[in-house]
């Protein structure tokens, strides 16, 4: 049994693979399914050794709730101060950047996401957050990693 192509079917193929080597994605692959695969393979720049499923400060969570639990909050140890880009003095801007993050059992910060932007602004702030250390947050003596939101202020 002889297997024959029909020419269309080729063209279309070679079509689809010379385009995603053109716009510079020779895989083929959608851009969310590389996203998927540098995360899950640990490439992900924003993403140094998170742990999976940390509490959110704040929310309550009546699924889970057993008894009173002595709960302390992350506590900042070290502060970097963000870069004020030099753009964004020009162009005077100002204000508050809002980060949601995720602290780490060891103080770390990790998958930090702008909740609240101001363009000019954003990487500056991501990039001092990564910086922060913080003590971590501890249900019933027990450090656990949380997400939490933080604030970045610039001013002039």
């Given at each position: 049994m002889?297997?024959r192509?029909?020419?269309?079917?080729?063209?279309?193929?070679?079509?689809?693979a010379l385009?995603?080597?053109?716009v510079?994605?020779?895989?083929?692959?959608?851009?969310?399914?590389?996203?998927a695969q540098?995360?899950?393979?640990g490439?992900?720049?924003?993403?140094?050794?998170?742990?999976?499923k940390p509490?959110?400060v704040?929310?309550?969570?009546?699924?889970?709730?057993?008894?009173p639990?002595?709960?302390?909050?992350?506590?900042?140890?070290l502060?970097v101060?963000?870069?004020?880009?030099?753009?964004?003095?020009?162009?005077?801007?100002?204000?508050?950047?809002?980060?949601?993050?995720?602290?780490?059992l060891?103080?770390?910060?990790?998958?930090?996401?702008?909740?609240?932007?101001?363009?000019?602004?954003?990487?500056?702030?991501?990039?001092?957050?990564?910086?922060?250390?913080?003590a971590?947050?501890?249900?019933?003596?027990?450090?656990?990693p949380?997400?939490?939101t933080?604030?970045v202020?610039?001013?002039?």
């Amino acid at each position: 049994m002889s297997m024959r192509f029909h020419p269309a079917a080729l063209i279309v193929t070679v079509t689809l693979a010379l385009v995603a080597v053109a716009v510079g994605n020779p895989s083929g692959r959608t851009p969310e399914a590389q996203a998927a695969q540098e995360q899950a393979s640990g490439k992900a720049q924003n993403n140094p050794a998170c742990s999976p499923k940390p509490l959110r400060v704040g929310a309550s969570r009546p699924d889970v709730y057993v008894g009173p639990d002595k709960v302390s909050t992350p506590t900042r140890i070290l502060y970097v101060k963000p870069e004020y880009p030099e753009s964004a003095k020009a162009a005077k801007v100002q204000g508050v950047v809002v980060i949601e993050a995720q602290i780490e059992l060891d103080g770390h910060v990790c998958n930090a996401r702008v909740v609240r932007s101001i363009p000019f602004l954003d990487q500056s702030a991501i990039d001092a957050v990564l910086k922060w250390r913080f003590a971590p947050a501890k249900v019933n003596g027990v450090a656990v990693p949380v997400i939490m939101t933080m604030t970045v202020n610039f001013t002039l």
